[in-house]
């Protein structure tokens, strides 16, 4: 079994990554190339990670289905 969890409540404005709690382990999927999203990840302290950078905006169902 799976589990994907989001945060009930969503923080935004000047500062609020550092005021946020995140685990130590994540599955990022993202569009971000890995230069960028491993910037965050430092900064948010997630230092066991498996990072999906294939993914497209508005992927079409052939994208879908090459994964």
């Known amino acids: 079994m799976h589990t994907i969890r989001i945060p009930k409540i969503i923080q935004f404005g000047k500062d609020a ?8 382990n994540a599955l990022v999927v993202t569009t971000a190339p890995p230069e960028i999203s491993g910037r965050w990840l430092d900064k948010m302290g997630i230092q066991d990670y498996m990072l999906y950078d294939k993914v497209k905006p508005e992927p079409s169902i052939e994208d879908v289905n090459v994964v």
């Open 17 to 24: 990554v550092s005021e946020a709690e995140y685990p130590k």
